[in-house]
């Protein structure tokens, strides 16, 4: 299966992006001018401060060439995945419910954080059990997931909530724990921990693997 | 043209921690009695049809799920 990584002027993780991808498949980066994502399989929004991040985190990539041709890619049921400022960068573009705010403590956090299997159903959460805790790091400074409560009631009704961080692990102040959430299809997933920091054992802990891994089982 | 400014506002009711660190910061300086610090943004532009932003504003200087904003004429009275 081939994975595109969307890189923006300003993207800094998606050199990791495609090492974790290039072991659930091939991966080739997407420059954010592009508009071909011909003979793509799967995307990857990577973290990083597309643009500065200037207006807000992830306002103005939305409107990049390639952004546009990712929305039709998830229109049509690709499986796309958000990653911290690429997670920013979905909701802005309305691909994914909420927005995400400056973390409660104003500090940029920069740590492993335990993650609970929520249960919405994706093309990456595939080989994941609802319950099951993942270890993967988080590293942002606006990562508050917000919604209004009736679209956070809508969420958890529709089992859109992909992750949630573990008690006590909360690392911004997110609404009700929210790390991650699947649009209405399930095949758009967009989180704050960054799972393609951990798929080698060198570096902790190889949980965020296993997302990549769900995908080019269902697609294989 | 018309010159114009766009202000953007945390929406009431979600917290704004940038405008609570303001507020702490400032008994330290010898200020009392300040409370409900809100720290948002403003943008001015100079627009050539200014009937587009309300849409402009909507689609990209706000976020309509977490802003407010509000459009004022600067070229009114000047």
Known sequence: ?220 | MAKVRVLIRPKGGILDPQGKAVERALPALGFEGIERVRVGRMVELEAEDPERLPELCEKLLANPLIEDFEIENLDDGA
């Open chain 1, 1 to 220: 299966m081939l994975w595109g990584v969307v890189q923006f002027p300003g993207s800094c993780d998606e050199r990791d992006a495609l090492h974790a991808c290039g072991q659930a498949g091939e991966a080739r980066l997407l420059w954010h001018e592009e508009r071909d994502l011909g003979g793509l399989d799967a995307v990857v929004v990577p973290g990083g401060f597309s643009y500065g991040d200037y207006l807000r985190a992830g306002a103005i990539a939305r409107f990049s060439p390639a952004m546009e041709a990712v929305a039709d890619f998830a229109a049509a049921g690709g499986p796309v995945l958000g990653i911290c400022n690429g997670f920013q960068v979905l909701c802005e573009a309305g691909l994914l419910p909420g927005a995400l705010l400056l973390n409660e403590e104003l500090r940029f956090v920069c740590r492993q954080a335990e993650l609970v299997a929520a249960g919405a159903e994706s093309p990456f959460t595939a080989g994941i059990e609802p319950g099951e805790r993942l270890s993967i790091p988080v590293k942002h400074g606006e990562g508050r997931y917000f919604a209004p409560p009736e679209m956070l009631d809508r969420i958890e009704a529709n089992d859109q909530v992909a992750f949630r961080y573990a008690p006590g692990h909360n690392p911004n102040g997110s609404a009700r724990d929210i790390a991650g959430v699947v649009n209405e299809a399930g095949n758009v997933l967009g989180l704050m921990p960054h799972p393609e920091h951990a798929v080698e054992a060198l570096t902790g802990s190889v949980d965020g693997l296993r997302l990549f891994e769900g995908v080019s089982r269902v697609a294989a």
